[in-house]
């Protein structure tokens, strides 16, 4: 399967490195592999996403394997429900694509595409370069370019993504699997930056088309260098809000203790 033209919708052919679509819209596969498929006008800013400077924090916490308790949890869960006839999946929000390699690793014994998307054209170059075998695009979470009912399974680690378009991609009976904070995510973090530090609400998404299937928490303590607390704390939508002597305190600190909370939820698309 391919991709579908962000532009009218209609399905993309590949040639020549470039992908085109019957209304004659057209778009390169950049050197590294990916393609660009957020037109300029659905850009909400010049460069969207995660900066060079936050993507390349990200890769070096997530490569010291302080969330490999998640990913593989992940990939277990995507392991007992991808059905050997699986034939695409996709990583929403993939970013550099620590995640989706190792998805990739699922879906490929069980001979389907991955695919991975992110708003983040820094990202989705770093993560084509590193991952060859995964397909990846810079493209809208809002509004996915794939075809009606084309994925097996999705993944959204913390991405945005409404579930009209959920509902749209996924397969009659195929699957969401969805990753958010749990109520103590990262609180020691929190506390330095925070005079009261409020728990995460408890999970009350729905998902329209869809049934709960599965609900689990990953939950452990963190021990980090201060390097690494610093980096961590780059990653957070809360990132902005810290004084200069927050960044100097952790920096300084030759174990930072963090503890982590993941809830995990298991989708299953209504037939």
């Not at 209609?10 to 778009?27: E, I, N, V, W």
């Not at 996403?49 to 993507?55: C, L, T, V």
């Not at 990939?75 to 694509?97: F, H, K, Y």
């Not at 809000?241 to 100097?248: H, I, Q, S, T």
Request: with cysteine.
């Amino acid at each position: 399967m391919s991709f579908s033209c962000p532009l009218c919708h209609a399905p993309l052919t590949y040639s020549d490195k470039r992908y085109t679509c019957p209304q004659g819209h057209q778009f390169d596969q950049a050197k590294e592999g990916y393609v660009n498929l957020l037109p300029v006008q659905h850009k909400r800013s010049r460069d969207p996403g995660d900066s060079a400077e936050m993507m390349r924090a990200r890769r070096a916490f997530l490569d010291a394997g302080h969330y490999l308790p998640l990913r593989e949890t992940v990939a277990q869960r995507l392991n007992d429900i991808l059905p050997a006839s699986a034939t695409a999946m996709l990583d929403i929000g993939c970013g550099e694509g620590y995640y989706t390699a190792r998805f990739a690793e699922v879906a490929r014994e069980k001979g389907a595409q991955t695919f991975g998307l992110d708003v983040s054209k820094v990202a989705i170059r770093a993560a084509a370069k590193r991952y060859t075998d995964v397909t990846f695009c810079v493209a809208s979470s809002h509004r996915l370019p794939f075809d009606d009912a084309s994925m097996d399974a999705v993944i959204r680690i913390y991405a945005p993504c409404k579930a009209e378009e959920l509902a749209r991609v996924v397969k009659s009976g195929g699957w969401v699997v969805t990753v958010t904070p749990g109520p103590r995510h990262l609180m020691e973090l929190k506390g330095l930056i925070y005079d009261e530090v409020r728990l995460h609400a408890p999970h009350s998404e729905q998902l329209a088309g869809f049934t709960l299937k599965q609900a689990e928490s990953v939950a452990y303590e963190m021990m980090l260098k201060g390097e690494e607390a610093v980096a961590l704390l780059q990653m957070t939508p809360f990132a902005w809000r810290a004084k200069p002597e927050v960044w100097e305190t952790l920096a300084a600190h030759s174990t930072f203790r963090c503890q982590t909370d993941f809830s995990i939820h298991v989708w299953q698309r209504e037939d």
